[in-house]
Nanobody
Framework: QLLLVESGGGLVQAGGSLKLSCLAS????????IGWFRRAPGKEREFVAS????????DYADSVQGRFRIERNNFASTVWLLMDSLKLEDTAVYYC??????????????????WGQGTQVTVSS
């Protein structure tokens, strides 16, 4: 079993940057794909970004492409979501998740079996 803990959320002005971290504990972290999802108030959870087990492949939602970057360090059992040029509509609770199809970069939440508790990101005008 993998335990995931997100951190790094907070309040930031539009146009600013934040770096979210997802720290994993448990065996074989380097075999899992990791994804970031978010849920805004009154909206469904949506895919943000994902990275495969080596870190060599990543995928992004169209809404964050070019502004967000996902990275991982398997030695540190950590995945980061670097967010630049933040917009009001990026306000949400951000979750990281681990999926067993490690060679892929899944976009569907159904592909992930372990989830963190989330971290709040609030973008203000």
């Amino acid at each position: 079993q993998l335990l995931l803990v997100e951190s790094g959320g907070g309040l930031v002005q539009a146009g600013g940057s934040l770096k979210l971290s997802c720290l994993a504990s448990g065996p074989m972290f380097n075999t899992y794909a990791i994804g970031w999802f978010r849920r805004a108030p009154g909206k469904e959870r949506e895919f943000v970004a994902s990275i495969n087990y080596t870190g060599g492949s990543a995928d992004y939602a169209d809404s964050v492409q070019g502004r967000f970057r996902i990275e991982r360090n398997n030695f540190a059992s950590t995945v980061w979501l670097l967010m630049d040029s933040l917009k009001l509509e990026d306000t949400a609770v951000y979750y990281c998740a681990a999926g067993t199809a490690g060679w892929l970069t899944p976009k569907s939440s159904h592909e992930y079996i372990y989830w963190g508790q989330g971290t709040q990101v609030t973008v203000s005008s």
